[in-house]
């Protein structure tokens, strides 16, 4: 879409009758993914808005406010449709960002929704004795965690404690039909203090929302 000088100055943006039919039939709240920043807004749908019934998404001063901090009037803007609910605005050089790859995470396995427990679907990978992790959606990094112990061990929290808040999370994210990946990164011989520094820094860079602790 063309940035014209209502989306730049408002904070909305209508959506073409090519992709319309993806996105909720109805009125109704949207997730708008900042692209480049890791951050997400919650935004509205209108279907009202538009003579012809397309999609009038509002995403108000915040989405505003980045518009104009990435954008400048005029710029042609990708708008991906994640998923009825999800929208995400892309930036010209999000090729350029960091990645977990870039870091030297590899993805390790998914969850999986077995009866009322999360488990991995796999365990094949070679342990030590020092890791940072991270919970995946969408391509989204949402959780890190580090342990000292086996990572096998550490994943084990998760499927058996009923009341872990991630747990909930996670298999929240399974119920709706998103794939939850598990990527791992191996920090042989740091202390847990090192690891702690580490794991704040990747939650502050890649602004995770599940993560409490900063």
Same mark, same amino acid.
């Given at each position: 879409?063309?940035?014209?000088?209502?989306?730049?100055?408002?904070?909305?943006?209508?959506?073409?009758?090519?992709?319309?039919?993806?996105?909720?039939?109805?009125?109704?709240?949207?997730?708008?993914?900042?692209?480049?920043?890791?951050?997400?807004?919650?935004? %509205?749908?209108?279907?009202?808005?538009?003579?012809?019934?397309?999609?009038?998404?509002?995403?108000?001063?915040?989405?505003?406010?980045?518009?104009?901090?990435?954008?400048?009037?005029?710029?042609?803007?990708?708008?991906?449709?994640? %998923?009825?609910?999800?929208?995400?605005?892309?930036?010209?050089?999000?090729?350029?960002?960091?990645?977990?790859?870039?870091?030297?995470?590899?993805?390790?396995?998914?969850?999986?929704?077995?009866?009322?427990?999360?488990?991995?679907?796999?365990?094949?990978?070679?342990?030590?004795?020092?890791?940072?992790?991270?919970?995946?959606?969408?391509?989204?990094?949402?959780?890190?965690?580090?342990?000292?112990?086996?990572?096998?061990s550490r994943l084990d929290h998760y499927s058996y404690q009923a009341g872990d808040r991630v747990r909930k999370l996670i298999m929240s994210e399974l119920a709706s039909?998103r794939s939850v990946e598990i990527h791992g990164l191996q920090r042989v011989g740091l202390s847990r203090p090192e690891l702690e520094a580490e794991e704040s820094r990747?939650? %502050?860079?890649?602004?995770?929302?599940?993560?409490?602790? %900063?």
């Amino acid at each position: 879409m063309t940035l014209h000088k209502t989306y730049y100055d408002d904070g909305f943006f209508n959506l073409g009758v090519g992709v319309e039919g993806l996105v909720r039939p109805d009125n109704g709240p949207v997730t708008i993914e900042l692209g480049g920043s890791h951050r997400s807004i919650e935004g %509205r749908v209108d279907r009202n808005a538009n003579q012809n019934g397309t999609p009038r998404v509002f995403g108000g001063a915040e989405l505003r406010n980045w518009l104009q901090n990435t954008f400048s009037m005029g710029d042609r803007v990708q708008v991906q449709v994640l %998923r009825p609910d999800a929208l995400r605005i892309a930036v010209p050089d999000e090729s350029q960002s960091r990645s977990l790859e870039d870091i030297g995470f590899q993805k390790l396995t998914i969850w999986r929704l077995v009866d009322d427990r999360i488990k991995p679907a796999g365990l094949d990978w070679k342990e030590c004795s020092s890791w940072i992790y991270a919970f995946v959606v969408e391509n989204r990094p949402r959780y890190f965690g580090i342990t000292n112990t086996v990572l096998r061990s550490r994943l084990d929290h998760y499927s058996y404690q009923a009341g872990d808040r991630v747990r909930k999370l996670i298999m929240s994210e399974l119920a709706s039909d998103r794939s939850v990946e598990i990527h791992g990164l191996q920090r042989v011989g740091l202390s847990r203090p090192e690891l702690e520094a580490e794991e704040s820094r990747l939650i %502050r860079e890649f602004d995770t929302g599940w993560n409490v602790r %900063r």
